[in-house]
């Protein structure tokens, strides 16, 4: 089975991929969430074009302007204004830019990591895998969040920071599922087949047993990206991430809990956006889960 | 003649997404209080569709499209969920197949033998357990006080097996449903439980529905039987007179490739492919004929 | 009952060397944390001199295994040094906050055991229908959403545009703190106090709500899976024959079946739930170990961090051990060694 499937990948490989983005097309799950990640990457990239104002500009006469909808409604800004009277929308927009950075560049560096050693100790198991599993079992014993404030605070705050703190925590996640997944992957007939012919462990490891991993792996990093925006929206809000002049959708957050009697809308509008895209990531992944994985697709 | 304990007439059962695959084909059969029926074919042959329809767990792609079955003059399928379940209960049972899965692993013996008594008979905790442990004696269980107390992976297939056919007789049912009760079990095992079920049916006056694919064993404990086939009656009569003057090849076939006590020796002979083909023909003729009613 | 002492002995084995891990990382971090932590403890204008007799005192000056077999050996004697920036034995706060965050994790515990256990059953007892559908797709959503967002959202929705519960703290300042330990709900309900644990309470809701969230729907989206799979057993078609109810069926039959792989394979999320609580107390101002923490670290108060994390870490250690043997005891068959 599992051999006839690399030979498949070697020979027939396009027609396999478009089976693949079939698949995925099918998911509705994959195209909802994805089609918002995407709006976001946009939003993100075309933050100056489309913000109606520079999200720092200051201007105490128009401070906490509801938003639409309620009266005292200023139509410049749609969504509001906060205490000093920057616009909302604007700040949101241009928050989306922190997010998705701290999301994808994170969720790369600990699935890197996990990866890597996840690999190692469920391909070579004995030594490697005892101090894998301990090392695992030592980072699983801290509560993530009180982990990844200590690692800002040495590190000092910055995105820097955050993006290493979340890889410094989170590469457990990707740990233990490749770890399992290698050990039963080199369990298959292909990989029996690969070393009979003589290959070096490591070509199998990397050539024949990555990417039959690989799934899983997209997987769980989409699921990791939209944990990474969650870790950079605490840390925004205990005030460890970026600073202050640099809108965060956190920042926002916490600066509306400062102020959420008097204007509530600086509080949710950061709030709507950070839970619809932990749901967007979350439901891509799951979707990409569903579609990639040979057993649910049966 | 009295009217019988069930009578199943004209029963038809269809799978598929437009019920477009027949799996019974107008079955009837009666069968009156205190006998034996055996419901006798291969796997596929409808047997245990009809004992399935019989108790209401027909799987859900499984649909009745046409007949009746009525026990004591009531239509089963009449009946909405939950008065057919409260009609059932008490009155019919079953002996499943495989006692090693049909135990709960988590619940103790007692409560799996008690639980019917006191949701039906309304017994106190005591008076169930006493109920149970008399049961148990029925069915020739050693050392009943501990098997009550024990979880069912304590206990041997056999023991498992006694277990079931106490709870299954435990509320004096009018009818008990037993699903190759053997088939799972090993050899010597088989006919002390054979003979066990046929004990307490005679002496509960039990009618039984005895779903098998072994024509030696419905020797053994039927007093008539049915013989199916893709889910058509190829024979149906006494078992005496099915083994002695058997009318229809298939049946005769089936004896053929039947071990033989009483003829040891006498080598096996598999059911040759042109009986099936004459048997498939008939099917085919009888579903033309139907069609041309329509 | 051998099965289960083998396994206790086992896990505590294993519990001590994680345990002992979890100290040497949080050791090493902070040793390797840029800056000078005695400079940092007595603040700028501190002489030379100064420093090199506090380094003295905390043994800095020794080689880093010295230093490390110093530390370890205070805390073995209870000694977890005093916290910088509370000036108060760190062993002393540790006593006094760790109670109101176990009565809170408890309580998010229990909430998502029942809450995830009652919409499982009914998601099973409306399998197959449009219902179900519905129940996941519930269930999706709080699946996805972690336990900050939901604070988040109760503050907003049911601390200020509905303000049905209060938003801060444990228990309503006006009242007074008229008890003897620091386990206030169970002291109150204990003196039959009603009142003031009715307040408590109302405290407790939004964050056991958040915390409680998310393991429900573990909890839903495993036993439900759980419970579509023991429903399917043999033993579950002769209790329908018997005439049971479907809900007996699956409470009576399945039920009972399912809860012992669900707790195993749950385990690590009642983890999660305890880490949950650091970012959901300080989100309420609820006064446990979690909200300390947050402060501690900002603070840089480095014999308050060591004894908190160690205090998480055999917190997460114990939680993973009750769990493991929950689900040993919930199986007949290890319960009497097969």
Known sequence: MADSATIIATTGAPSRGRRRLQALARQPKVVWGGGFILFLVVVALAAPLIAPHDPLAQDLMSGTLPPLGFADYDPGFLLGTDDLGRDVLSRLIYGTRIALTVAFVAATLAALVGTLLGLLAGYFRGVTDTVVSRLIEIWMAFPPVLLSILVVAIMGSGVTSVIAAIAIIDWTRFARVVRAETMAQAQGDYVTAARTLGFGRWTILFREILPNVAPVLLALITLEMGIAVIVEAILSFVGLSVSSDTPTWGGMIAQGRQIIYQAWWVFAAPLAALFATVLAFNQLGDGLRRALDPVMQR | MTAPLLSISHLNAVTGRNGETPILRDVSLDIAAGEVHGLVGESGAGKSTIAKAILGILPRGIRIASGSIALEGVDLLTLDASSRRKLLGATVSLIPQDPLTALNPGRRIEAQLTDGLRLWRGLSAADARLRALQLLDEVQMAEPERVMKAFPHELSGGMRQRVLIAAAFALEPKLVIADEPTTALDVTVQKQILRLIRA??????????????????????????????????????????????????????????CPRYDQPGRGLAPVPETVFADCRAEIAAFDRERAGHV | MRVIAAVLAKRIGMAIVTLFGVAVVVFLLLRVAPGDPVAMMIGAGASAADVAELRARYGLDQP???????????????????????????LELLSERLPATLELATAACAVAVGLGGAIAIAG??????????????????????????????????????????????????????????????????????????????????????????????????????ALSEAMMQDYVLVARVKGFSESRLVIGEALRNAVGPTLALTGVQFTFLIGGTVIVERIFAYPGIGAMAIDAVINRDLPLIQGLVLVFGALFILVNLAVDLGAVALNPRLRHGG
């Open chain 3, 124 to 225: 099973t007892l409306v399998r197959g229908r449009k219902a179900e559908a519905a129940v996941d797709g519930v269930n999706g959503l709080m699946l996805a959403v972690p336990d900050f967002v939901w604070a988040l959202a109760f503050v907003l929705v049911l601390g200020v545009l509905w303000p049905v519960l209060p938003l801060s703290g444990r228990m309503d300042p006006s009242v007074g703190v008229p008890f003897v330990s620091h386990f206030y709900l169970i002291e109150s309900l204990l003196r039959g106090r009603f009142a003031i644990a009715g307040d408590i309470v109302a405290h407790m809701v939004m964050p056991v709500l958040a915390l409680a969230l998310p393991l429900a729907a573990v909890i839903v989206r495993i036993l439900k899976e």
């Open chain 2, 200 to 257: 307490m049916q005679e002496r509960h006056g039990t009618g039984v529905v005895f779903v098998t694919h072994d024509l030696g064993v419905v020797a053994q404990i039927c007093d008539r039987a049915t013989l199916l086939y893709m889910g058509k009656t190829m024979e149906q009569g006494r078992v005496k007179d099915l083994l002695d003057a058997p009318r229809h090849p298939y049946t005769r076939a089936l004896m053929d490739a």
């Open chain 3, 64 to 90: 880093l295994l010295v230093q490390f077999g110093i530390w370890l050996a205070g805390v073995l004697r209870g000694d977890f040094g005093v916290s910088i920036s509370l000036h108060r034995d760190v």
